[in-house]
C-alpha cells in the first residue's frame, strides 16, 4: 500500500517492509511456558489482595463472589482459547474486538487492558514493598526505594530477550506454587474455620471481630458478596494475558488454548485451597481483611514470628511472578496497539538482536511507577497506602471488566458473523458460557460505579478512557497501519457471509 486507504472513519498510512522489520518479535514459547505466563500473573492474587473481601462481605460474601467470578473465568478462558489460535496475533484482546466490531472496538478493549496491565503491577509492587519492608523492619518511608528497585531489575530482566523472560516465568511460578502447597499442608492440621473464618459480626451495627467466631456466613447479606467481587477478581485476574504471547509462541494454535485451560484449573484449586485454609488461621476473617501480608499471616500463625519471616522471604516470589509476567504482558499489548497505529508508532519498536518490545516496555514501567509514586507523595503514606491498596486496584479490575465483556461480546459476534472461520480449538462451553461471563463482569460493573467505596476508582477510570478516546478520535484512527491484526480484520470483513450461525470450521486436531 503506497497511500493512505480510507475505511469507514479510519484512515491506513503507508507502512513499507522496513516498519515492520524493526517490530519483530522471536518465537520461543512451548505449551508449558504459556501456563506459567498465564499462572504467575495470576498468583500473587492468592498471596495478597484478594482478602480485602473479607471486610466486604465476610467469609460466606466472599465464597459466594469467588464462585461467581469463577464462573465468570471459565467462561472468559474458554471463549478466549477459542479465538485465539483463530487470530495469532499479539493483540489478543483487541484484536478480537477489532475482528468483531471494528477499530473503535478493538481501540475501547486495548485501552481497557492498558488500564489493568498498568496499573495491576503497581498494586503488586506496592504489596511486595509491604512483605519486604515486614521481612526487613525497614520504615514506611522505604516503601518507594522497594517499588523503583523492583521496577528497574525486572523491566530489565524483560528487556534482555524473551527466552530469559519465559524461563525466569516458569521458575518463579513454580516457586510460588511451591511456596503454597507447603502453606496448604502446614495449615491443615491447625486451622478452625468455625473460630476464625466466621469471626466477623456486627455489633452496634458495625462490623467487629467475633473472640470466638461462630459468627453468620453472610454478616452483611448478600450485598456484601456483591461487594467482594472486586476482590475475588484478584484470585484470577491476567490470565487473559496469554494471547499476548501469540507471535512469541512456537505453535499458538496447538498451545494456547493447552495453556489457558490448563493454567485456569490450576488457579481454580488454588484459589478455593487458600480462601478456605488461610480464612481458618488468626487473626481470621476479620483480621485477614485489612492485612496487606495475609499469607505472611498465616504463616506467623502457624510457625511464629522467626521462621515465618524466611518463610515470607519465599512467598514474596508469588508477588514476583505476577509482576513479572504482568510486565511482559503490558509491553506486548502496548506494542501491539502501537504497531497498528493506535498508540504513537515509536512504541512498538523492538531492540534489534533480542528483539523485545524495549519501548513499550519502558512506556509501561513509566505509567505504573509514576502513578504509585505520585499517589504516595500527594496523599502521603498512609492514605496513600489505602488509595493504592483500594482505589488502584479497583481501577484495574474495573478496566478488566469492561476488556471482558468486550472480549466475550467479540466471541458472540464471531459466532455468529464469522461461523465458517477456521477454529483450531472450540469452546465446550459455547455462547452460553460467553454470556454468562458477560453478565457477570456486568454486574461487577454496575456495582463499582453505584458504590461509594469504589467510585472513586471507577470514575478515575473513566476519565483515563474519555483521554483516550479524545485521542484516538482526533489523532489515532487517522494513522493505523496494516499490522497482521487489521489485515486478518479487513480481510474477514470483505469475506463475511450472510447473517446466522451454522456449523463451525474446525482444523483436524493436530498431534503434540
Not at 518511608?141 to 524483560?158: D, I, S, T
Not at 478456605?276 to 476479620?286: C, K, M, R, Y
Amino acid at each position: 500500500m503506497n497511500e493512505a486507504q480510507h475505511v469507514g472513519s479510519v484512515t491506513y498510512r503507508p507502512a513499507d517492509q522496513q516498519y515492520f522489520q524493526k517490530r519483530g518479535l522471536r518465537r520461543y514459547a512451548g505449551v508449558w511456558s504459556l501456563w506459567a505466563l498465564g499462572v504467575g500473573a495470576v498468583i500473587s492474587g492468592h498471596f495478597s489482595g484478594w482478602n480485602f473481601g473479607l471486610a466486604s462481605g465476610g467469609f460466606g460474601g466472599m465464597l459466594i463472589a469467588t464462585l461467581l467470578i469463577t464462573l465468570m473465568y471459565l467462561g472468559l478462558c474458554f471463549s478466549i482459547a477459542e479465538m485465539s489460535p483463530a487470530m495469532p496475533h499479539t493483540g489478543g484482546a483487541y484484536s478480537f474486538s477489532r475482528s468483531a466490531m471494528g477499530p473503535w472496538g478493538g481501540f475501547v478493549t486495548g485501552l481497557a487492558e492498558s488500564i489493568e496491565f498498568i496499573l495491576t503491577p503497581a498494586v503488586i509492587v506496592f504489596f511486595i514493598g509491604s512483605y519486604l519492608g515486614s521481612i526487613f523492619e525497614t520504615p514506611p518511608e522505604m516503601q518507594p526505594v522497594w517499588w523503583v528497585g523492583c521496577y528497574v531489575f525486572f523491566l530489565a530482566l524483560n528487556l534482555i530477550g524473551v527466552e530469559l523472560s519465559f524461563r525466569i516465568s516458569v521458575l518463579v511460578t513454580l516457586l510460588a506454587l511451591a511456596v503454597l502447597v507447603v502453606f496448604w499442608f502446614s495449615a491443615l492440621p491447625t486451622i478452625d474455620f468455625g473460630k476464625y473464618a466466621l469471626n466477623v459480626g456486627l455489633v452496634d451495627g458495625k462490623p467487629a471481630a467475633l473472640p470466638e467466631g461462630q459468627g453468620q456466613w453472610l454478616p452483611f447479606g448478600l450485598a456484601g458478596a456483591f461487594a467482594a467481587l472486586p476482590f475475588a477478581v484478584w484470585l484470577f485476574l491476567a490470565i487473559e494475558q496469554l494471547p499476548l504471547a501469540a507471535e512469541e509462541s512456537v505453535d499458538p494454535k496447538r498451545d494456547m488454548p493447552k495453556g489457558l485451560i490448563l493454567g485456569i484449573f490450576t488457579l481454580i484449586v488454588s484459589a478455593f485451597m487458600i480462601l478456605f485454609l488461610n480464612t481458618s488461621l488468626p487473626p481470621g476473617a476479620f483480621g485477614l481483611g485489612s492485612s496487606a501480608e495475609p499469607l505472611l499471616d498465616g504463616f506467623r500463625a502457624i510457625y511464629g514470628e522467626g521462621i515465618a519471616k524466611a518463610l515470607a522471604l519465599f512467598a514474596v516470589i508469588g508477588l514476583i511472578a505476577s509482576f513479572h509476567t504482568i510486565i511482559f504482558a503490558y509491553g506486548r499489548q502496548i506494542y501491539s496497539l502501537s504497531r497498528a497505529g493506535y498508540y504513537p508508532s515509536f512504541m512498538s519498536l523492538t531492540h534489534g538482536t533480542r528483539k523485545t518490545p524495549h519501548a513499550a516496555l519502558l512506556i509501561g514501567t513509566l505509567m505504573g511507577l509514576g502513578v504509585l509514586l505520585a499517589v504516595w507523595f500527594v496523599a502521603g503514606s498512609e492514605k496513600g497506602s489505602a488509595f493504592i491498596g483500594g482505589t488502584l486496584l479497583n481501577m484495574a479490575v474495573f478496566g478488566a471488566m469492561i476488556s471482558y465483556f468486550m472480549q466475550t461480546s467479540s466471541f458472540v459476534l464471531l459466532r455468529r458473523k464469522y461461523p465458517d472461520m477456521e477454529r483450531p480449538y472450540v469452546s465446550p462451553l459455547g455462547i452460553p458460557g460467553a454470556l454468562i461471563t458477560m453478565a457477570i463482569a456486568a454486574v461487577t460493573i454496575v456495582f463499582q460505579l453505584k458504590d461509594p467505596v469504589y467510585q472513586t476508582g471507577a470514575f478515575l477510570t473513566l476519565g483515563w478512557y474519555a483521554a483516550g478516546l479524545v485521542y484516538f478520535a482526533v489523532f489515532g484512527r487517522h494513522h493505523l497501519v496494516l499490522s497482521p491484526e487489521e489485515e486478518f480484520a479487513l480481510a474477514r470483513a470483505e469475506q463475511q457471509p450472510e447473517p446466522g450461525l451454522v456449523t463451525l470450521s474446525r482444523e483436524a486436531p493436530k498431534t503434540a
